[in-house]
């Protein structure tokens, strides 16, 4: 079945450490790909998104993710994390032929002072 | 932000009840989307309406009606629904699907539902 997984459920990390956040994905064919986070008691938000071209893109705050076509992957980075970046972070995928967006079952970062 | 709003923001009825969601999006888009989030499952699209048509009903059960009166307005109406609906009911907005052009999708607070 096509799927989008996120690998690390719980994430807890010290302040200024460095981030990576894994997502592989199932699909064949085009795809656009999306991070989105969500902050305590706030609505999902637009992190980042990949449609084409540079494989390295750029989000809000400081976040950037690397497309890796060979790996179906779509791995989700910050150098270095502040205590305010404690959130739910989703993976999405959006096939090209199709209407749905696709998520993973998001992982939850706890960033500790 | 209020380019998509959720009302109400909180939900709690009987089985027997009929209640209605209402979402509405500020962004001049022209498709609309339902979500449901449910603990420890990734969120499952809904229904999808484009440029005010129904494009996507995901196997989402018949006490679960859609209604897109315009672009702006999408309603979830309710009734009798079980307690395994309890839920986040996300909406969703994005400039409207046309063919093989990526689009993007903003989401509302949601509608926690509690269903006794």
């Not at chain 1, 996120?6 to 999306?34: D, K, M, P, R």
């Not at chain 1, 779509?74 to 995928?93: G, H, I, M």
Request: glycine residues 8%; charged residues 15%; hydrophobic residues 35%.
């Amino acid at each position: 079945a096509q799927s989008v997984s996120q690998h690390n459920h719980h994430v807890i990390l010290s302040e200024a450490a460095s981030l990576e956040l894994g997502c592989n994905y199932s699909y064949g064919g085009t795809v656009n790909l999306f991070w989105y986070v969500q902050y305590p008691g706030q609505h999902l938000q637009l992190l980042l998104k990949y449609f084409s071209g540079d494989p390295l893109v750029k989000g809000i705050k400081g976040f950037e993710a690397e497309f890796i076509k060979s790996k179906f992957s779509f791995n989700l980075r910050k150098p270095s994390v502040q205590w305010s970046d404690t959130a739910e972070y989703f993976c999405a995928v959006n096939p090209n032929s199709g209407y749905a967006l696709n998520f993973g079952k998001g992982t939850s970062l706890l960033v500790t002072p | 932000e209020t380019g998509v709003t959720q009302t109400p923001r909180h939900l709690v009825m009987g089985m027997t009840n009929k209640k209605s969601l209402k979402c509405e999006q500020h962004l001049g888009h022209n498709a609309m989307y339902w979500y449901k989030q449910s603990a420890k499952k990734p969120l499952e699209l809904m229904f999808v309406y484009n440029f005010k048509e129904q494009t996507e009903n995901n196997s989402v059960p018949s006490r679960f009606s859609p209604e897109c009166p315009n672009s702006s307005h999408l309603f979830l109406h309710l009734h009798t629904l079980q307690p395994e609906d309890s839920a986040l009911y996300l909406c969703a907005s994005s400039q409207g699907q046309r063919a093989g052009v990526p689009d993007t999708q903003y989401f509302g607070p949601g509608t926690r539902l509690t269903v006794l």
